[in-house]
């Protein structure tokens, strides 16, 4: 899959890595320390991410040939509703004048978040064994 879905992954997933450091801070407010400007830009960079990624894996799968196709897409759809469910969220934190550490911790236990990043951990998982496949040589070659 292209490098541009993996972009995107590892921007959902170092958002939830900041956020966790974030809720245990005890901060108040995003306003007037470094990881609260940081927070701000790591929510930013996951709504990027998450807008449009299931569009681009299923053009990915397209493109690539990956079969069985219709397993792909049934799996983006759920992906589709889990992305579009976090972002929801996200966007009403980035929404509000501050943000506290509280607020960070509840949208980490947000069963929409985790539901993505489970959906991204698996998606990731199948990407290297697609990976992995494309540079074993066929039989044929091998021979």
């Not at 790591?42 to 990915?60: P, S, W």
Request: charge should be negative.
């Amino acid at each position: 899959m292209p490098a541009d879905i993996c972009t995107r992954c590892e921007a959902v997933e170092e958002c939830y890595e900041f956020m966790l450091a974030y809720a245990a801070q005890g901060l108040p407010s995003d306003q007037g320390s470094k990881s609260g400007e940081q927070v701000r830009t790591f929510l930013r960079r996951a709504v990027t991410a998450l807008t449009g990624l299931a569009e681009t894996c299923a053009i990915a799968v397209k493109e690539e040939g990956l079969e069985p196709a219709g397993k792909y897409l049934a799996f983006f759809a759920v992906l589709d509703r889990d992305a579009r469910d976090s972002l929801a969220a996200i966007e009403l934190v980035l929404a509000q004048s501050a943000i506290s550490s509280q607020l960070i911790d509840n949208l980490n236990a947000s069963i929409h978040l985790r539901a993505l990043l489970t959906d991204l951990f698996l998606l990731g998982e199948i990407m290297k064994k697609q990976e992995k496949a494309a540079e074993q040589p066929v039989a044929s070659e091998r021979d």
